[in-house]
C-alpha cells in the first residue's frame, strides 16, 4: 500500500512537472496546420555513440540510452539482452506507459539518465509511429505523432530520439506532425485501442531542445533475428547468456535487432541522418538481406571485441597465457589486428523482419 501511494503521488507530480503523455481518443481533427513545416535544427546531430570514445564494458554499451520496442516483433529474449548491455529496455503496447518509464528512469536515477532513445516500432506507412501486440483489430495498440513525442520527452534531459521505423520520412508531414489524422484510409492504421497521443495545440517544436531524427531517405527498416549462440563463449560468459539445456538440446537467448541501431553503433557511412524536411511518397527501398546479414555480423563482432577488452582490463594482472581459459580464448590474428571472431554456422542465415 505505501508503495503504490508513493508511485500515485510520483506519477500525479511527473505530469504536472513533465507534460506526461496521456492517450487522446481518434477524434476528427479539426485544425491541420497549426504549426506549418516541422522545425529546422541547425548544426550537426550528436552522435548516438561518439566514435573517438572506446566501449571498455559491455554494460557500458547501452549507457544512458533506451530502446522501445513495438511487442509484435520483439524476440522473447529481447529484455534480457538489452539489458545486459546496458540499455534501458522497454517494450509495451501502450506508448503512455512506455514514455512513463523514461520519466520515471530520469527523476528517480538523474546519475544515470537517459539521453537517447532508438525507436524501433512501425511508421504505419508514415501515419504514425504504432506499438501493438499483433495485428488482430481489438489488439492492445497506440499511435502518437512525432510532435506528440517531442513535446512528451521535453525536459526531461533527453537530448536525441532516433526513428526506426518504415517511411519514417512521412511521420514529418506538416498536416500530421502534431496531430495524427484518425482516419488515413491505410490498412495498417488499425484502431487505437489504447489511444492516440498527439501535441497540444499550443506547443512549439521550434522551441523544443530535443531532437528527434530519422534516415535522410525513407525506407523499409528491417529487424534481423539472432541469438546468443553467434556470440563468442567469452562474451556469453560475460553476459550470462549461456543456454539452457531441454531434453538434451542447448537452448540459446533469441533477440531482435534493426539495421538501424547496428549502423548507429558501428558508424556505418551508408547511414544518414536528419532532422529536416518530410517525404510525401512511400518508400520500399531497403537494405539487400546480404547487406543485412553482413550488418549483424558487424554488430556480433563489436560486441564479441568489447568483450575481450572487458576481459582482458579484468585480468590485466594475470599472465597472458592464462588471461582467456582455453573454452573462452579468441582465435589469434596477426599482431595488431583486430580479434578474429568465431563465424556463425554456415547453413544459418539470420532471419529479417520489416518494421512497419
Same mark, same amino acid.
Given at each position: 500500500?505505501?508503495? *503504490?501511494?508513493?508511485?500515485?503521488?510520483?506519477?500525479?507530480?511527473?505530469?504536472?512537472?513533465?507534460?506526461?503523455?496521456?492517450?487522446?481518443?481518434?477524434?476528427?481533427?479539426?485544425?491541420?496546420?497549426?504549426?506549418?513545416?516541422?522545425?529546422?535544427?541547425?548544426?550537426?546531430?550528436?552522435?548516438?555513440?561518439?566514435?573517438?570514445?572506446?566501449?571498455?564494458? *559491455?554494460?557500458?554499451?547501452?549507457?544512458?540510452?533506451?530502446?522501445?520496442?513495438?511487442?509484435?516483433?520483439?524476440?522473447?529474449?529481447?529484455?534480457?539482452?538489452?539489458?545486459? *548491455?546496458?540499455?534501458?529496455?522497454?517494450?509495451?503496447?501502450?506508448?503512455?506507459?512506455?514514455?512513463?518509464?523514461?520519466?520515471?528512469?530520469?527523476?528517480?536515477?538523474?546519475?544515470?539518465?537517459?539521453?537517447?532513445?532508438?525507436?524501433?516500432?512501425?511508421?504505419?506507412?508514415?501515419?504514425?509511429?504504432?506499438?501493438?501486440?499483433?495485428?488482430?483489430?481489438?489488439?492492445?495498440?497506440?499511435? !502518437?505523432?512525432?510532435?506528440?513525442?517531442?513535446?512528451?520527452?521535453?525536459?526531461?534531459?533527453?537530448?536525441?530520439?532516433?526513428?526506426?521505423?518504415?517511411?519514417?520520412?512521412?511521420?514529418?508531414?506538416?498536416?500530421?506532425?502534431?496531430?495524427?489524422?484518425?482516419?488515413?484510409?491505410?490498412?495498417?492504421?488499425?484502431?487505437?485501442?489504447?489511444?492516440?497521443?498527439?501535441?497540444?495545440?499550443?506547443?512549439?517544436?521550434?522551441?523544443?531542445?530535443?531532437?528527434?531524427?530519422?534516415?535522410?531517405?525513407?525506407? !523499409?527498416?528491417?529487424?534481423?533475428?539472432?541469438?546468443?549462440?553467434?556470440?563468442?563463449?567469452?562474451?556469453?560468459?560475460?553476459?550470462?547468456?549461456?543456454?539452457?539445456?531441454?531434453?538434451?538440446?542447448?537452448?540459446?537467448?533469441?533477440?531482435?535487432?534493426?539495421?538501424?541501431?547496428?549502423?548507429?553503433?558501428?558508424?556505418?557511412?551508408?547511414?544518414?541522418?536528419?532532422?529536416?524536411?518530410?517525404?510525401?511518397?512511400?518508400?520500399?527501398?531497403?537494405?539487400?538481406?546480404?547487406?543485412?546479414?553482413?550488418?549483424?555480423?558487424?554488430?556480433?563482432?563489436? !560486441?564479441?571485441?568489447?568483450?575481450?577488452?572487458?576481459?582482458?582490463?579484468?585480468?590485466?594482472?594475470?599472465?597472458?597465457?592464462?588471461?582467456?581459459?582455453?573454452?573462452?580464448?579468441?582465435?589469434?590474428?596477426?599482431?595488431?589486428?583486430?580479434?578474429?571472431?568465431?563465424?556463425?554456422?554456415?547453413?544459418?542465415?539470420?532471419?529479417?523482419?520489416?518494421?512497419?
Amino acid at each position: 500500500m505505501f508503495a *503504490l501511494s508513493i508511485f500515485t503521488c510520483f506519477t500525479s507530480f511527473a505530469s504536472a512537472a513533465y507534460g506526461i503523455a496521456r492517450p487522446q481518443q481518434s477524434t476528427p481533427v479539426t485544425d491541420r496546420n497549426l504549426t506549418g513545416d516541422p522545425p529546422k535544427t541547425p548544426g550537426a546531430i550528436p552522435e548516438a555513440w561518439p566514435a573517438n570514445v572506446q566501449i571498455e564494458r *559491455l554494460s557500458d554499451i547501452g549507457k544512458h540510452k533506451a530502446v522501445i520496442f513495438s511487442p509484435d516483433f520483439a524476440q522473447p529474449g529481447n529484455r534480457q539482452f538489452y539489458e545486459k *548491455l546496458g540499455f534501458l529496455y522497454i517494450q509495451d503496447a501502450s506508448w503512455l506507459k512506455a514514455l512513463n518509464q523514461i520519466v520515471a528512469r530520469n527523476y528517480w536515477h538523474p546519475e544515470d539518465r537517459i539521453d537517447t532513445i532508438i525507436l524501433e516500432t512501425h511508421g504505419t506507412n508514415g501515419n504514425g509511429l504504432k506499438l501493438q501486440t499483433g495485428p488482430a483489430p481489438r489488439a492492445a495498440r497506440s499511435y !502518437i505523432s512525432v510532435g506528440g513525442l517531442q513535446e512528451k520527452l521535453e525536459g526531461l534531459g533527453v537530448r536525441l530520439c532516433v526513428i526506426g521505423a518504415c517511411n519514417s520520412g512521412r511521420l514529418f508531414r506538416p498536416e500530421i506532425y502534431k496531430t495524427l489524422d484518425p482516419h488515413p484510409g491505410d490498412r495498417l492504421f488499425l484502431p487505437a485501442t489504447l489511444g492516440i497521443i498527439n501535441a497540444s495545440r499550443d506547443f512549439d517544436p521550434a522551441k523544443s531542445k530535443m531532437l528527434i531524427v530519422r534516415r535522410a531517405e525513407s525506407e !523499409i527498416e528491417t529487424t534481423s533475428d539472432g541469438d546468443a549462440s553467434e556470440l563468442a563463449p567469452i562474451t556469453r560468459s560475460i553476459l550470462r547468456l549461456e543456454p539452457k539445456t531441454f531434453k538434451g538440446v542447448a537452448r540459446y537467448v533469441h533477440f531482435a535487432v534493426s539495421n538501424l541501431l547496428i549502423q548507429l553503433l558501428t558508424h556505418d557511412p551508408r547511414l544518414e541522418l536528419t532532422s529536416d524536411g518530410y517525404e510525401n511518397e512511400k518508400s520500399k527501398n531497403d537494405l539487400t538481406e546480404d547487406e543485412s546479414d553482413e550488418l549483424f555480423q558487424r554488430l556480433v563482432a563489436f !560486441i564479441d571485441d568489447v568483450a575481450t577488452r572487458e576481459y582482458q582490463i579484468a585480468h590485466a594482472s594475470q599472465p597472458a597465457t592464462s588471461r582467456f581459459p582455453s573454452q573462452m580464448a579468441p582465435r589469434s590474428q596477426a599482431p595488431g589486428s583486430r580479434v578474429q571472431q568465431p563465424p556463425s554456422a554456415p547453413d544459418k542465415r539470420t532471419s529479417r523482419r520489416v518494421i512497419n
